[in-house]
């Protein structure tokens, strides 16, 4: 669903000149000429050599001579931009071609994105009479500019919108269009066709009719994707489970939450925003839950490291709010029956969100979770999977909850290995690269610890199982939890018997294509 469009202001909300773009427009040439004029005034120089110092600073800085001379000369960029933007609008701003009517016709959220300064923009808008139209204006005191990725989600995080949810309209390829489409936004070009538009309009006024369009297409491939949510407690395996959600494109993640587990909440919260940085997928939301198990103290995972993502260690802000479980609740009220919740860490979250508010949590769609051993033995005690161990409270209350429940356990986990020789494989190296930094102690720790040369990718195949249901074996088992037993504790104790009378409560994925899930990884991740 489209929820917001932002728009570039100069060439796009009024055209400059037939055919031209604005670095060969009128208006470009004027405000070059007076930055000439600031840069002799400044530095006490003529005209040649002014224009040897912009030239210089234009292509270090890659165009963004305010930003240049205020880091190599001390200038400062505001008295830069009133000297060089005091220009009129009535010289170069057409009225006609910007109707209020057309921009009001449009519902969604508008936010207007330009690099020009604040000074211009007021004035243009003005003359426009369309400054009340726009939710937000950006503009370019900031230091956070078109085409930096951070300027396009600066627009949409305040709203909680998605790339995929919003619309970038602009006239230039390299400052509007490109990083746009590379983040997963709609984009419109105009008034020409550029390489990164998807449509492209003659005219702003055209917009309304185009819009009809694009919503029917929005609504189509939003039915082709599966509405979760991911708690987790990241974790090398969680951190490849995210990225391999989010580069198959096949989810709409409406959220992450974390949880304390393979280590402390800090941690797991720090590592699930480096991952969405690394992806540059920030617009996803992750909201920070438990710091420890309902009734036991934190036992954190040996394999993952002291940082929880050994390899990496970052060192990012974790911004911790506490909110997951209220998120998690408020999701699924506004998306009945429609979000799956992919628990990929120690329950702890779910069982909250389910004692605060069970009715709210029946109309979630069901619950895919990695955890438990049923024909096989532990990796936390002989008979427990680590997940489970660290709170099997939160986990009994999961299983007793009637709604639909799907597991991943060991059984499913322990034939599905990567090695380096794997990673290896992956033909973006941006991915690549830190792929390897995290798999090679992941590999070594779970030498040290398990006695296995090689990644397990428990958290992965979790996420796989929702993308490729045919590559998995299912039965129907009923699977109660442990949570006494000096031994036991954490035991996923399925009824085996060949007679019972137990009703099954949980689908059990017995085992996953190896062959298939590397496959699909590898090429997923090498996107």
Same mark, same amino acid.
């Not at 983040?183 to 055209?206: D, Q, R």
């Not at 390899?311 to 506004?334: Q, T, W």
């Given at each position: 669903?489209?929820?917001?469009?932002?728009?570039?202001?100069?060439?796009?909300?009024?055209?400059?000149?037939?055919?031209?773009?604005?670095?060969?427009?009128?208006?470009?040439?004027?405000?070059?000429?007076?930055?000439?004029?600031?840069?002799?005034?400044?530095?006490?120089?003529?005209?040649?050599?002014?224009?040897?110092?912009?030239?210089?600073?234009?292509?270090?800085?890659?165009?963004?001579?305010?930003?240049?001379?205020?880091?190599?000369?001390?200038?400062?960029?505001?008295?830069?931009?009133?000297?060089?933007?005091?220009?009129?609008?009535?010289?170069?701003?057409?009225?006609?071609?910007?109707?209020?009517?057309?921009?009001?016709?449009?519902?969604?959220?508008?936010?207007?994105?330009?690099?020009?300064?604040?000074?211009?923009?007021?004035?243009?808008?003005?003359?426009?009479?369309?400054?009340?139209?726009?939710?937000?204006?950006?503009?370019?005191?900031?230091?956070?500019?078109?085409?930096?990725?951070?300027?396009?989600?600066?627009?949409?995080?305040?709203?909680?919108?998605?790339?995929?949810?919003?619309?970038?309209?602009?006239?230039?390829?390299?400052?509007?269009?490109?990083?746009?489409?590379?983040?997963?936004?709609?984009?419109?070009?105009?008034?020409?066709?550029?390489?990164?538009?998807?449509?492209?309009?003659?005219?702003?006024?055209?917009?309304?009719?185009?819009?009809?369009?694009?919503?029917?297409?929005?609504?189509?491939?939003?039915?082709?994707?599966?509405?979760?949510?991911?708690?987790?407690?990241?974790?090398?395996?969680?951190?490849?489970? +995210? %990225? *391999?959600?989010? !580069?198959?494109?096949?989810?709409?993640?409406? @959220? /992450?939450?974390?949880?304390?587990?393979?280590? =402390?909440?800090?941690?797991?919260?720090?590592?699930?925003?480096?991952?969405?940085?690394?992806?540059?997928?920030?617009?996803?939301?992750?909201?920070?839950?438990?710091?420890?198990?309902?009734?036991?103290?934190?036992?954190?995972?040996?394999?993952?490291?002291?940082?929880?993502?050994?390899?990496?260690?970052?060192?990012?802000?974790?911004?911790?709010?506490?909110?997951?479980?209220?998120?998690?609740?408020?999701?699924?009220?506004?998306?009945?029956?429609?979000?799956?919740?992919?628990?990929?860490?120690?329950?702890?979250?779910?069982?909250?969100?389910?004692?605060?508010?069970?009715? +709210? %949590? *029946?109309?979630? !769609?069901?619950?895919?979770?990695?955890?438990? @051993? /049923?024909?096989?033995?532990?990796?936390?005690? =002989?008979?427990?999977?680590?997940?489970?161990?660290?709170?099997?409270?939160?986990?009994?209350?999961?299983?007793?909850?009637?709604?639909?429940?799907?597991?991943?356990?060991?059984?499913?986990?322990?034939?599905?290995?990567?090695?380096?020789?794997?990673?290896?494989?992956?033909?973006?190296?941006?991915?690549?690269?830190?792929?390897?930094?995290?798999?090679?102690?992941?590999?070594?720790?779970?030498?040290?610890?398990?006695?296995?040369?090689?990644?397990?990718?428990?958290?992965?195949?979790?996420?796989?199982?929702?993308?490729?249901?045919?590559?998995?074996?299912?039965?129907?088992?009923?699977?109660?939890?442990?949570?006494?037993?000096?031994?036991?504790?954490?035991?996923?104790?399925?009824?085996?018997?060949?007679?019972?009378?137990?009703?099954?409560?949980?689908?059990?994925?017995?085992?996953?294509?190896?062959?298939?899930?590397?496959?699909?990884?590898?090429?997923?991740?090498?996107?």
């Amino acid at each position: 669903m489209i929820k917001a469009i932002i728009f570039d202001m100069d060439g796009t909300l009024y055209p400059l000149a037939k055919d031209d773009d604005f670095m060969t427009s009128k208006m470009y040439k004027e405000v070059k000429t007076r930055c000439y004029g600031f840069i002799m005034k400044h530095f006490k120089v003529d005209e040649k050599e002014a224009i040897k110092i912009w030239e210089r600073v234009a292509k270090k800085y890659d165009g963004h001579v305010s930003v240049g001379l205020e880091k190599d000369h001390g200038v400062d960029r505001f008295a830069y931009f009133d000297y060089t933007w005091d220009i009129d609008p009535k010289n170069h701003v057409p009225t006609h071609h910007v109707p209020r009517e057309i921009l009001e016709k449009i519902k969604i959220k508008k936010i207007l994105l330009s690099n020009a300064p604040k000074k211009w923009v007021d004035r243009v808008l003005k003359h426009l009479n369309i400054a009340d139209v726009f939710d937000d204006i950006y503009t370019g005191e900031s230091d956070v500019r078109k085409p930096l990725a951070q300027a396009y989600l600066q627009c949409l995080k305040k709203y909680n919108i998605q790339y995929d949810e919003a619309i970038m309209v602009g006239d230039m390829e390299k400052d509007d269009l490109h990083t746009a489409k590379r983040l997963g936004m709609t984009t419109v070009s105009i008034p020409l066709k550029l390489p990164s538009a998807k449509y492209f309009i003659k005219t702003i006024n055209e917009l309304p009719r185009l819009l009809k369009k694009m919503e029917k297409v929005s609504l189509d491939d939003d039915r082709k994707k599966l509405d979760i949510i991911i708690d987790t407690d990241p974790g090398h395996d969680d951190a490849m489970a +995210i %990225m *391999l959600a989010i !580069k198959s494109g096949m989810f709409r993640i409406h @959220a /992450i939450t974390t949880v304390a587990g393979n280590s =402390r909440i800090d941690n797991t919260t720090r590592n699930a925003r480096y991952v969405l940085n690394l992806l540059e997928r920030e617009d996803i939301s992750i909201y920070s839950g438990a710091e420890k198990p309902l009734r036991r103290k934190l036992i954190t995972a040996d394999v993952h490291g002291a940082s929880g993502l050994e390899g990496i260690d970052p060192k990012n802000p974790a911004m911790l709010d506490g909110k997951a479980v209220d998120k998690i609740l408020s999701i699924i009220k506004d998306n009945p029956n429609r979000i799956t919740i992919v628990s990929i860490g120690p329950m702890t979250n779910i069982a909250q969100a389910i004692i605060k508010d069970p009715k +709210i %949590m *029946l109309k979630a !769609k069901q619950i895919v979770s990695m955890g438990g @051993a /049923i024909r096989v033995a532990g990796n936390k005690n =002989r008979v427990a999977e680590f997940n489970i161990f660290v709170d099997p409270e939160a986990a009994d209350i999961v299983f007793k909850f009637p709604i639909k429940k799907t597991l991943v356990p060991l059984d499913a986990c322990n034939h599905v290995r990567l090695y380096l020789r794997d990673f290896m494989k992956i033909k973006n190296v941006a991915l690549k690269n830190p792929l390897m930094s995290m798999a090679k102690p992941y590999i070594n720790n779970t030498l040290r610890w398990e006695g296995i040369s090689a990644a397990f990718m428990y958290d992965p195949l979790t996420i796989y199982s929702l993308m490729n249901p045919r590559a998995c074996k299912y039965s129907r088992y009923n699977v109660v939890i442990e949570t006494m037993g000096e031994h036991t504790s954490g035991m996923t104790v399925a009824e085996l018997r060949m007679k019972n009378d137990e009703k099954p409560n949980v689908t059990v994925i017995e085992s996953v294509s190896e062959k298939d899930f590397k496959k699909d990884f590898i090429n997923y991740l090498s996107r």
